[in-house]
C-alpha cells in the first residue's frame, strides 16, 4: 500500500487498525513519512507509542522490526551477530578432511551465510511489501555510546560489517523512535527527527479510543472507567495508570460481566491499573470511593 498522501489519509489509515490519532500526531506523522525522516514520539508509558508503529505496519502491510531497547544494548547487539557455532563446525569439518587452509578458510567463514542478522541490518534489507517499519523502543534505556551508534544509521541509513563493509538500505524504512523519558535523549539524535510529545488524551478521547479497543463494552462502562483513571491521574501516585491499562481494566471488567463501577470492583481488580503496592494502598478504605465519586460527574454524556 502507498503512503498516505494527506494528514487526513493518516487518521484514516491508523483508523482502520483501530488507532485513534489526533490530528497533531497525525500531522507529524505524515510529515516523517512523507519526507523519509525519522518520528521521535515521546511521553509516560502506555500513551501509546509503540502501537503507532504497529498500526502503520499494519496499515500498510509493511513489515514491523523492533529493537527493543535495554541498558547495555551495544551496536553488535543491534545490527549483526556471526554464527559462531556453524563456523566452528565448519572449521572442524574443513580440519577433518584436510582442507584447513587458513586464508581460504577466513574468507569463507566471514560471509552472510554465517551471518545473523539484528534489527537494524533487517531494517536495511529489502522487505516484501515494501521498506520495513524500524520501531526502536524506548531509546532512553539505552546509554549515549549506543545513541552515538545510530547516528550513522539513521543519517545515512547504512551499517558498517568490518568484514563485509557497508550495507546501505536500497530506500530507508520508516523510523520510529519512542523515549518514556526517564533520562534525556541526546539533541544530536533529536535533530535527525521530527519530534512530537504523546500526552494522556482528554476525556473524550480516551473515550473514543476505549471504544476502539473494547467495543463489547458499553458506553456508559467505558465512560466510568475513563474518568475513573483520569481522576486517578491527579492523585499522588509513583506510576499513573495509561491508556494501555485503561484498556486492560476495561477488559477485565468486561471479562467479569461487570457493568458498573463500585468500590468493591475497584479493590477486587485495582492490580489491572495500578502496578506498585504504595500506590495500591493509597487506594484503600474509603480512598477508592471518593475518587469514584469525584469521577461520576466526568462520566456524565454532556
Not at 584436510?98 to 534489507?125: C, H, S, W
Not at 523519558?181 to 478521547?205: I, N, Q, S
Request: proline share 5%.
Amino acid at each position: 500500500m502507498n503512503k498516505p498522501s494527506s494528514i487526513d489519509a493518516v487518521q484514516d489509515l491508523l483508523a482502520g487498525q483501530n488507532y485513534v490519532c489526533g490530528r497533531a500526531l497525525a500531522t507529524v506523522t505524515f510529515l516523517s513519512l512523507t519526507l523519509g525522516r525519522p518520528l521521535f514520539l515521546e511521553g509516560e508509558a502506555g500513551t501509546g507509542k509503540t502501537e503507532i508503529a504497529k498500526a502503520i505496519a499494519a496499515g500498510l502491510g509493511r513489515k514491523l522490526i523492533r529493537l527493543q531497547c535495554y541498558e547495555g544494548l551495544d551496536a553488535s547487539s543491534a545490527v549483526y551477530e556471526w554464527n559462531f557455532a556453524e563456523q566452528m563446525i565448519a572449521i572442524r569439518t574443513a580440519e577433518a578432511s584436510g582442507g584447513a587452509d587458513r586464508d581460504v578458510l577466513k574468507n569463507e567463514l566471514f560471509t552472510e551465510e554465517y551471518l545473523i542478522e539484528r534489527p537494524l541490518l533487517q531494517a536495511m534489507r529489502d522487505q516484501p511489501g515494501g521498506p520495513p517499519v524500524l520501531l526502536i523502543d524506548e531509546i532512553d534505556r539505552t546509554d549515549e555510546p549506543f545513541e552515538a551508534f545510530l547516528l550513522e544509521a539513521l543519517s545515512d541509513f547504512q551499517v558498517t560489517i568490518p568484514e563485509l563493509g557497508t550495507i546501505k538500505a536500497p530506500e530507508p524504512p520508516i523510523v520510529i523512535l519512542t523515549s518514556n523519558r526517564t533520562r534525556e535523549v541526546h539533541d544530536a539524535l533529536k535533530r535527525r527527527c521530527l519530534y512530537h510529545w504523546v500526552d494522556y488524551p482528554e476525556f473524550e478521547r480516551e473515550v473514543e479510543i476505549l471504544q476502539a479497543r473494547a467495543p463489547e463494552a458499553a458506553d456508559a462502562l467505558s465512560r466510568e472507567v475513563v474518568a475513573f483513571v483520569q481522576q486517578l491521574r491527579t492523585e499522588d501516585l509513583f506510576k499513573k495508570p495509561g491508556v494501555a491499562e485503561t484498556i486492560d481494566w476495561a477488559k477485565c471488567l468486561l471479562a467479569l460481566d461487570v457493568i458498573s463501577l463500585s468500590p468493591e470492583v475497584i479493590a477486587d481488580t485495582i492490580g489491572a491499573i495500578l502496578k506498585y503496592q504504595d500506590d495500591i494502598q493509597k487506594l484503600q478504605g474509603s480512598e477508592a470511593k471518593r475518587i469514584l465519586d469525584e469521577a461520576s460527574a466526568a462520566a456524565e454524556p454532556a
